[in-house]
């Protein structure tokens, strides 16, 4: 994953579909890339994109992650905590009630995130077109949560070219303890369509599969996908007169 992962321009571009046993040597390769790079620009990280696929599938080879409905971003600790959709945009002043908990959290901190809301399932799009008077309603009436998928750094500490389990680990640490406003996204595995049939259930997103041992790609990638449930697009319908 509205600016879900299957809507961004760069993936509905190259919208190839992949067996899910299909070799991932060029995913491999960037990988030794990222892994030699020196020193930390944090702000300056670039969220990963996965595939989009048509069917659920199971494999012990992936993890399985629930998406709900919301607004994918990065999620940047600092000074000045920011929050950045897929296509950088700051939409921080939209979402005063996660600002505390992103504070709390290590300076140079990045997390792949989610932006949700589930008293209102849309209400994290809308945030982006109020005024400043009505986020501050909002945000009071229907508060919104950040669900972490993942991390790419923590503390100035680069974590990008770590296995998906280190990351993991590392990021359910970060976590525990904070204040409920982040919480860690709730992983399966092998049972992909299970997890599918579940999200259905519950109006969600889509289902996030990502490959055991993969570094974290920050581009389009073929070591994550994306199956969408819902079938819904949020789209911006504009006219004059």
Known sequence: MAEQPRSSTTEVENRSRFSPGEAE?????????????????VGRFIAAVPTVVDEAFDSPE?????????????IIAGSEPE???????????YFPELTEAIRSLPPSTV??????CRSRQDAAHERIWMTDHEIQIASERNPCLA???????????????????????????LLSGLRASIELAI????????????????????????????????RLTRSWKFIPCNGRELLVVGGYQ
């Open 25 to 41: 040597e060029d995913d491999r390769r960037q990988g030794e890339d990222d892994k030699s790079e020196s020193g930390l620009e």
């Open 62 to 74: 992936w993890l399985f992650e629930i998406v709900e409905e919301g607004l994918p971003v990065l």
């Open 83 to 93: 929050i950045r959709t897929r296509l950088g945009r700051n939409v921080s002043r």
């Open 111 to 116: 997390l792949d995130a989610n932006v949700i």
């Open 147 to 173: 669900v972490a998928h993942d991390v790419l750094a923590i503390a100035g500490e680069d974590y990008r070219a770590g296995t998906i389990a280190a990351r993991r680990d590392a990021l359910a640490g």
């Open 187 to 218: 992983v399966a595995e092998n049972n992909g369509v299970e997890l599918v049939q579940l999200a259905v259930h519950h109006n969600a997103s889509g289902v996030l599969a990502k490959r055991k041992g993969t570094y974290y790609p920050g």
